[in-house]
Each structure stands twice: as structure tokens, then as C-alpha cells.
């Protein structure tokens, strides 16, 4: 039962996603279309945010699709980091949409066109419209998936940037004032260009195998010498495969007294689980200290023991 709630839950995810894209994707080169006859910066801008949209959710859905397929003896970890490329490519070509964004802003601000005020009003109100359905096809999934909830967070910011251009439509109308037009383009790249780099600089973290956002390392090693039997630790590693699925390894100096993989194996595990979010655990139990140690710039509180040596793993 639990494995068909789970197919379940995954197709439905999948047939939400499929039906946001379509509509996103639709919209967006109406809105493309749109700015380019009204001569809207501010539409053809956010069109440019509305294909962050898009590529979140065609990842998301690549991620499922990807995600399906097993390991083999080639990549041993599965496709997981499929995700993380498509990501930083995303952000490294979204980096380039807006500084051209800024760039053209910046021009017409000097020369401000006529812009069909009108035009750009109803294009923005059918966007505004799209991202409500969308929102609403994907909220009620947000909290079972990662990937969803990431396409849910891109969906609600675009909603913001269609409003922004609602009002710079209305301002126009009734001012006459075309270089606000430009100043919510700038608004608009100005609010991309942050979203972006967090996206980058977290897709990089992930490729460099640097430890997981959320995780603190600190934290993290206080709490191992805090456990039964850990006299000391070193050789300590925390990465993550792709957002969500961190693992560790570290070798730990025990209590020789007892026995490890009754004593101290299940609680630590537990710890690592419960408190963060770590689920793929390998573990290298010593009595003294391994050569290894003796290379590391961190290693916790540790006394030397003689004895020998034994590796234990634990995956969830």
C-alpha cells in the first residue's frame, strides 16, 4: 500500500507540473509577443521572469522523470545531480536576460518610447491569471516536494512582477508618463538578479560538495561528541548529491567497552536523521586514531586507545 500511494502521489505531482508548464509556457510567448507590439520593457522583462518559471518547472519535471531511473554501473549514485546542472545553467543564463534587461532600461530612460498602455494592461491581467491557476495547481503539493515547492516559490515571485506591471500599465494610462515603463523593468531585473545568484551560488555549493545550506557544521560536531561511546572523531564529510539528500562519513574513535554497532550505531543514525535531515550515514568505528587523522586541521577530542579498527554504514 504504501508503495502505490507513493506511484500515486509522484503522478500526481507530475500531472500538476505538466499543466503549469503548459499554461506558463503558453502565457510566455504571448507576453514576448505582447511587449514587443505594446513596447513594453516592463512585458517583454517580465516575460523574461516568466521563463524562470518555465525552467523551474521543466526541471521539476525532468527531476521526476530522471529521478525514476535506477542506478547502474556507471553512475553508481543514480541521476540526482541532473537537477543541479540544469540549475546553474539556469541561473547563468537568466544573469545574462537581466543585465540586458538593465542595459535597454538604462537607454530608454535617456529616450522613453510611446508605449500602448492598454495593450500591456490586459497582457499583464491574463499573466496575473496564469500564475493564480498555476499557484493554485501547485500549492497543495508544495510540502510533499522539493522540486514543486522551488516551482511554487518561482510562480508566487512572477505573480508579484505581473502586478508590478498591472500598475505601471495604469500609471502610463492616466500620466502619460512612459519612463515608468523602464523603472519597473529595472524593478523587475533588479529583483531577478538576487533570486538568480542565490540560485547559483547553491547549485555551485552542491556541485563543489560543500556542505548542505541548513546544515551547521558546528552544530553538527558538538552533537557527535555528545553521543554514548564517542570519544573523538576526524576525517569528517557532509555533501549532498542533489537538494535534499545529504550524506556523511566520519570515523569515530569509540569507547572500546562497547560495542559499537549495537551501542552507538542506532543512536547516532537517529541523531543525524531526526536533527538534520541526514539520512545516508557511513561510519568508520576505531579504537585509535587512523593515519588519516594526522592530516586533518579538525580533530574533535579524541585519546589515543590501541586496538584495531572496524567499518560500519548505515543508509536509510
Same mark, same amino acid.
Given at each position: 500500500?504504501?508503495?502505490?500511494?507513493?506511484?500515486?502521489?509522484?503522478?500526481?505531482?507530475?500531472?500538476?507540473?505538466?499543466?503549469?508548464?503548459?499554461?506558463?509556457?503558453?502565457?510566455?510567448?504571448?507576453?514576448?509577443?505582447?511587449?514587443?507590439?505594446?513596447?513594453?520593457?516592463?512585458?517583454?522583462?517580465?516575460?523574461?521572469?516568466?521563463?524562470?518559471?518555465?525552467?523551474?518547472?521543466?526541471?521539476?519535471?525532468?527531476?521526476?522523470?530522471?529521478?525514476?531511473?535506477?542506478?547502474?554501473?556507471?553512475?553508481?549514485?543514480?541521476?540526482? %545531480?541532473?537537477? *543541479? !546542472?540544469?540549475?546553474?545553467?539556469?541561473?547563468? +543564463? =537568466?544573469? /545574462? &536576460?537581466?543585465?540586458? $534587461?538593465?542595459?535597454?532600461?538604462?537607454?530608454?530612460?535617456?529616450?522613453?518610447?510611446?508605449?500602448?498602455?492598454?495593450?500591456?494592461?490586459?497582457?499583464?491581467?491574463?499573466?496575473?491569471?496564469?500564475?493564480?491557476?498555476?499557484?493554485?495547481?501547485?500549492?497543495?503539493?508544495?510540502?510533499?516536494?522539493?522540486?514543486?515547492?522551488?516551482?511554487?516559490?518561482?510562480?508566487?515571485?512572477?505573480?508579484?512582477?505581473?502586478?508590478?506591471?498591472?500598475?505601471?500599465?495604469?500609471?502610463?494610462?492616466?500620466?502619460?508618463?512612459?519612463?515608468?515603463?523602464?523603472?519597473?523593468?529595472?524593478?523587475?531585473?533588479?529583483?531577478?538578479?538576487? %533570486?538568480?545568484? *542565490? !540560485?547559483?551560488?547553491?547549485?555551485?555549493?552542491? +556541485? =563543489?560538495? /560543500? &556542505?548542505?545550506?541548513? $546544515?551547521?557544521?558546528?552544530?553538527?560536531?558538538?552533537?557527535?561528541?555528545?553521543?554514548?561511546?564517542?570519544?573523538?572523531?576526524?576525517?569528517?564529510?557532509?555533501?549532498?548529491?542533489?537538494?535534499?539528500?545529504?550524506?556523511?562519513?566520519?570515523?569515530?574513535?569509540?569507547?572500546?567497552?562497547?560495542?559499537?554497532?549495537?551501542?552507538?550505531?542506532?543512536?547516532?543514525?537517529?541523531?543525524?536523521?531526526?536533527?538534520?535531515?541526514?539520512?545516508?550515514?557511513?561510519?568508520?568505528?576505531?579504537?585509535?586514531?587512523?593515519?588519516?587523522?594526522?592530516?586533518?586541521?579538525?580533530?574533535?577530542?579524541?585519546?589515543?586507545?590501541?586496538?584495531?579498527?572496524?567499518?560500519?554504514?548505515?543508509?536509510?
Amino acid at each position: 500500500m504504501g508503495a502505490g500511494h507513493s506511484h500515486d502521489q509522484a503522478g500526481g505531482n507530475e500531472r500538476s507540473l505538466r499543466i503549469a508548464l503548459a499554461l506558463t509556457g503558453t502565457f510566455l510567448v504571448a507576453e514576448v509577443v505582447g511587449g514587443v507590439l505594446t513596447n513594453s520593457l516592463a512585458l517583454i522583462s517580465d516575460a523574461a521572469h516568466m521563463f524562470t518559471d518555465v525552467v523551474a518547472l521543466a526541471i521539476a519535471l525532468a527531476a521526476i522523470a530522471i529521478g525514476k531511473r535506477p542506478a547502474d554501473k556507471k553512475r553508481t549514485f543514480g541521476y540526482y %545531480r541532473f537537477e *543541479i !546542472l540544469a540549475a546553474a545553467f539556469n541561473a547563468l +543564463l =537568466l544573469f /545574462g &536576460v537581466a543585465i540586458y $534587461i538593465l542595459y535597454e532600461a538604462y537607454v530608454r530612460l535617456k529616450s522613453p518610447p510611446s508605449i500602448e498602455s492598454m495593450g500591456m494592461l490586459w497582457v499583464a491581467i491574463l499573466g496575473l491569471i496564469v500564475n493564480m491557476i498555476s499557484m493554485r495547481l501547485l500549492s497543495a503539493r508544495q510540502g510533499a516536494s522539493l522540486n514543486i515547492r522551488g516551482a511554487y516559490l518561482e510562480v508566487w515571485s512572477d505573480l508579484l512582477g505581473s502586478l508590478g506591471v498591472i500598475v505601471g500599465a495604469i500609471i502610463i494610462r492616466f500620466t502619460g508618463w512612459g519612463w515608468v515603463d523602464s523603472a519597473i523593468a529595472v524593478l523587475i531585473g533588479l529583483w531577478v538578479l538576487p %533570486r538568480t545568484w *542565490i !540560485l547559483l551560488k547553491s547549485s555551485l555549493n552542491i +556541485l =563543489l560538495e /560543500g &556542505v548542505p545550506e541548513g $546544515i551547521e557544521l558546528a552544530r553538527l560536531e558538538e552533537r557527535l561528541t555528545q553521543a554514548k561511546g564517542v570519544k573523538g572523531f576526524h576525517d569528517l564529510h557532509v555533501w549532498a548529491l542533489t537538494t535534499g539528500k545529504a550524506s556523511l562519513s566520519v570515523h569515530i574513535v569509540n569507547d572500546p567497552a562497547l560495542n559499537p554497532e549495537v551501542d552507538m550505531l542506532p543512536a547516532i543514525r537517529t541523531m543525524l536523521a531526526e536533527d538534520f535531515d541526514i539520512h545516508h550515514v557511513t561510519i568508520q568505528f576505531e579504537l585509535s586514531p587512523c593515519a588519516q587523522a594526522a592530516s586533518q586541521e579538525h580533530v574533535a577530542f579524541w585519546r589515543g586507545v590501541h586496538g584495531t579498527s572496524s567499518n560500519l554504514q548505515g543508509d536509510n
